[in-house]
């Protein structure tokens, strides 16, 4: 659901509230009836009344049909083969991204993030490379490498491999180990 839905969804539900909140106020006799013969006596002849309510019956049918179609799962992501669909794990995904990637000379470390798209997969990479290394030449090896792999495999279309470089690890860099 997009933010535009959500928004469409906040106020229908706001609205709804108070209109059941005087609902409830009126048949226990809260407010009295004269009120309410005198917000009707507002509303009555004013087209302004009835463009708003027009709205808010096409957001609530749009909200219908968003709430009734059915969703890829975020968590998979769908191949389609000769013979049918398959749904993959975004974990599994995750793990061939790190393969390919691992294997690059002078990748040290990934992180990686997918986003399932209309137009394909969405990847995102955080690299760690070794010094002297010419980085766009690398990068671009990269994102062939795990556009491939993902093509080959897994026959999913990819959209787009955005790759950050972090850090220029030093050659000698040892982490500390603490005891």
């Not at 407010?31 to 609530?60: I, K």
């Not at 061939?96 to 394909?120: P, S």
């Not at 010094?131 to 556009?147: H, Y």
């Amino acid at each position: 659901m997009g933010i535009l839905d959500r928004i469409l969804l906040l106020l229908c539900i706001v609205t709804f509230a108070l209109l059941m909140l005087s609902t409830v106020l009126a048949a226990f006799t809260i407010v009295p009836l004269e009120w309410l013969d005198d917000a009707l006596a507002l509303l009555y002849g004013h087209w302004e009344a009835a463009a708003v309510a027009a709205v808010f019956f096409l957001a609530s049918v749009r909200l219908l049909f968003t709430g009734m179609t059915s969703g890829e799962p975020r968590d998979t992501m769908l191949c389609q083969t000769e013979n049918g669909q398959v749904r993959v794990a975004i974990s599994a995904v995750r793990s061939l991204v790190e393969r390919a990637a691992r294997q690059i000379k002078g990748v040290k470390q990934t992180k990686i993030r997918l986003e399932n798209g209309r137009q394909g997969m969405n990847i995102y990479l955080r690299i760690v490379v070794l010094p002297d290394l010419i980085v766009p030449e690398l990068t671009a090896e990269l994102q062939q490498r795990v556009r491939a792999t993902l093509q080959e495999t897994l026959l999913a279309e990819v959209h787009d491999i955005q790759v950050l470089v972090e850090e220029i690890a030093a050659e000698g860099k040892v982490r500390a180990r603490v005891e």
